[in-house]
């Protein structure tokens, strides 16, 4: 017989099944399994395609039948969750299964361990940490983790169509089948009063501090400090970009003279013809003007 929860939760699960090669979908059976032997009520939200799931979370949110969200998948399956959430009175946990598993390392979440998991909801302490806002004509868009717009963009739509390769191992393959062909790209920057109109690699704006499986873009950025790191990568030829390229894994780049971080609190970034992505997901066109939502999401806490 199990011991009473410390917190019985209404939980429901999000899980996207064609995320990386952990079964999401078996994890969220599993998952449900021994959250419903420990007393809580669990409700499934998934659904044959994310946005279906999206539509089906949105509703369980914002109608106040769960108290907790558990995103089972990859980045995108989180992005996706802390936009659901955001502003919300329901505390979301990430059990990661999926590709580059960026956020939920940033934010100390599991990854594919459905007991880790359970316990943090039967825990049920719970921190509020910031997320990145764009503010739209249709509503806000919030990102988790990194923004970035350039040569990662790139990067990160050749990593997709990379299917038999997973994990770090897939953005390295992109990287060296984009990298021959990249040009500098003419951005202007503006992070709170300061402005900085470059020819750059690419532009990071940072709340969670990696992405492309574990690359520490932003080391020091942190989700909970009110502020984005922005790494900007000024233009340098290929052979100098794969010499500091190997750093990134252990921060190590931001010493590179071509390197530059900025922190505030608002940032502005446009570039002719660059779309962004966040979380590994596509995002927005720029010109973007990005805010830092102060303490607008709980997360289960670790």
Do not use: W
Not at 94 to 110: E, K, Q, V, Y
Not at 241 to 270: E, M, N, W, Y
């Amino acid at each position: 017989m199990s011991a009473a929860p410390l917190s019985t939760r209404r939980v429901g699960i999000l899980a996207n099944a064609n995320s990386g090669r952990h079964g999401a979908g078996a994890l969220g059976a599993d998952l449900t399994t021994l959250l419903r032997r420990d007393g809580h009520e669990v409700l499934d939200l998934s659904g044959p395609d994310l946005e279906t799931a999206r539509s089906r979370s949105t509703a369980a949110v914002a109608g106040g039948a769960v108290d907790t969200l558990v995103a089972i998948g990859g980045d995108g399956t989180a992005h996706l969750a802390a936009n659901v959430c955001a502003g919300q009175d329901v505390a979301l946990g990430i059990l990661a299964a999926g590709t580059g598993n960026d956020n939920a390392r940033t934010l100390g979440m599991p990854r594919g361990d459905v007991a880790a998991m359970a316990r943090l909801v039967t825990a049920g302490a719970t921190r509020r940490i910031d997320l990145g806002v764009a503010h739209t004509p249709t509503g806000d868009r919030h990102f988790l983790g990194v923004l970035g717009g350039g040569f990662d963009t790139l990067v990160n739509d050749r990593g997709k169509t990379l299917r038999l390769l997973h994990g770090t191992p897939r953005y390295l393959a992109a990287v060296a089948l984009e990298l021959p062909r990249f040009r500098g790209i003419p951005y202007a920057v503006q992070v709170d009063d300061v402005t900085v109109d470059t020819t750059a690699m690419l532009v990071a704006v940072g709340n969670g501090g990696c992405f492309g499986g574990g690359m520490l873009v932003c080391p020091d950025a942190d989700v909970a400090d009110g502020l984005f790191d922005v790494m900007v990568l000024h233009q340098i030829g290929r052979l100098e970009f794969l010499k500091i390229f190997p750093k990134v894994f252990s921060g190590g780049h931001v010493s590179h003279p071509a390197v530059q971080i900025l922190r505030g609190r608002r940032v502005t970034l446009d570039s002719p013809g660059i779309r962004s992505q966040a979380d590994g997901e596509d995002f927005l066109p720029l010109p973007l003007q990005l805010d830092v939502a102060v303490g607008t999401l709980t997360i289960l806490a670790t």
